[in-house]
């Protein structure tokens, strides 16, 4: 899906409730997940020995970390979403929820979905909420369902 421009605040206004856009697939490799373990220093062995995990796990296999899945959420959306308008900068202000449903297996790609939750006004921003789910491809329940803050400074 090609990249969706928002052209300010009045169009992000009507959009609130609507599923904005999603991004292109993503592979998720088990050198990424490695990388991921040895910068986060979490090195769980269903993370990081496959061959274990294999047998021992009730995954089938190494599964990706899942802040490492919510680490490629701002990646994922600026596939997706590009919100222009006068900003001069935008912040990740944080996430209310964050839940990880499924896993995503190693050597899978994913995907995030973007609904524009809320939109509030502020003193000098906006804050928009969006309701961000990460699918893995072929999978019957998404890895990741978040409530993502993310203001825009004017």
């Avoid at 609130?16 to 040895?38: C, H, M, N, P, Y």
């Avoid at 009730?58 to 490492?68: D, R, S």
């Avoid at 680490?71 to 600026?78: K, R, W």
Wanted: aromatic fraction near 8%; charge should be neutral.
């Amino acid at each position: 899906m090609p990249l969706r421009v928002i052209d300010g605040i009045e169009e992000l206004r009507s959009l609130v409730g609507e599923e904005v856009s999603q991004s292109e697939w993503f592979a998720v490799d088990q050198k990424l997940i490695d990388d991921f373990a040895a910068v986060s220093r979490d090195r769980q062995w269903i993370h990081t020995d496959p061959a274990r995990a294999k047998t021992e796990s009730p995954f089938g296999g190494a599964i990706a970390h899942g802040f490492l899945t919510l680490s490629l959420l701002s990646h994922l959306a600026s596939q997706a979403v590009k919100v222009q308008g006068g900003f001069k900068m935008a912040i990740n202000y944080g996430l209310n929820r964050v839940r990880f449903p499924a896993p995503v297996p190693a050597g899978s790609r994913i995907r995030a979905r973007l609904r524009l939750q809320s939109l509030d006004e502020l003193s000098g921003c906006i804050q928009l909420t969006w309701a961000a789910t990460v699918e893995v491809e072929g999978a019957s329940k998404p890895s990741l369902a978040a409530e993502w803050l993310v203001r825009y400074y004017q």
